[in-house]
């Protein structure tokens, strides 16, 4: 068992490694290479469990207690009223969209999306992508064991479909509308944008002309982390407008009926800011992210603060511009909850807070399961609040859950903001609790 172990290790590094300075591998994420370790590394990861579960018992209920969300039992009833949130007729127009009219989910991005190590209890599985319990697009059970956005819908339309099942990567059929690639960087964004909608026009479960579709994108991470400081000029924020800004035309040409969310880029300078950080995650910060917690890091910090205060602002600015809200059947919101990931209330004097261990994974990098429930309930609750007043920041699952009410019964967008601030309502919605 530990030989099986210390191979998937081995595997693991050889991936990242191929990924990191191999283009077309992080791209496609269908090379030979990538399928034949892909497929290996799941192999021997549940071989090992077999082993491992026949000698003892209660690993999984451990794993799952340590990371993974609050659990709701069958007879718990979902946190908001879903009845009349679904249109009799499917709406015209992207500004009158409610929950239950979404029929399509999908997804865009790097690893963060993929689920990379999101049950991970050694560093080999954080190369495995729990695309089934992902934030944006996993749709694994339901909401009480695994909160994430598509769980979520599914409440308001049952017959929703696009999201991931189980541990996948972008190649498998159990992935399905999700095409985030572990690794990937801005340069692979327009590919995903292409690879997404040649699946959505061969899915038979995919109406593109009458389902409404709502399609989750987080991009930039591990150009800030990874190529930044080695080449600054192809990484700079002009760059990162230009790729994400033909990725969203192309979907704008050839998705109809979409809304999509742009999460914003998030607050990876915090990570730097943390107490209680095991060594093992020191020294994965560096692998991983090393133009922030690699050599040098002290002289690279000010580079890569104003990079990421670069990447928000020209992603405000282009979804301000009003270019993706020239039609009535598409639109691009800017969701922020990614904006602040430790709130004043969690430092101490010295402006430091204590890592929370249960929302990360192995490597303190990547989104444990109760992490994703963070983040899909942050994205639930960016998506029904308007324009100029979505939370910048995330909190324990469940313990705020926005809810359509009839007076504010849809999926908030810039026009369909303003129509609703200008009528003078009062700005605090309904809230579940959980």
Known sequence: MARGRGWMTTAWCLLLLC??????SRRKDSSLLTFLVGESVMAVDSLTKMITNAFTSGESRSTRAIMGQHQMSNR???????KGYRSMTPPTSVHRLMPGDIDVVAAMGDSLTAGNGAFATNLAQLFLNDRGISWSIGGQGDWRSYLTLPNILKEFNPRLTGYSLGKAYSYSKMARLNVAVAGAIDDDILYQAQVLVKRMRNDPAVDMKNHWKVITMLIGANDICIFLCTDPVRHHSDMHLKQIRAALDYLQQNVPRTLVNLVLVPDIMSLGHMRNKPQVCEIMHALECPCLFGANAASKAQLVNATIHGYRKVERELIESGRYDTRDDFTVVLQEYTEIA??????DSNGYATMD?????????????RGNAYAANALWNNMLEPV?????HWAPEFQTVKCPTADSPYIFT????????SRG??????????
């Open 357 to 369: 261990l249960s929302l990360f994974s192995v490597d303190c990098f990547h989104l444990s399961q």
């Open 414 to 421: 810039n026009k369909n903001s303003r129509d609703y601030l």
């Open 76 to 82: 718990e009833r979902f946190m908001c009223d879903t």
């Open 388 to 392: 100029g007043f979505k939370a910048k």
């Open 342 to 347: 430790v709130t004043d209330d969690m430092k």
């Open 425 to 434: 309502t009062d700005t605090r919605w309904t809230l579940g609790s959980g």
């Open 19 to 24: 990924t990191a300075v191999n283009p077309q």
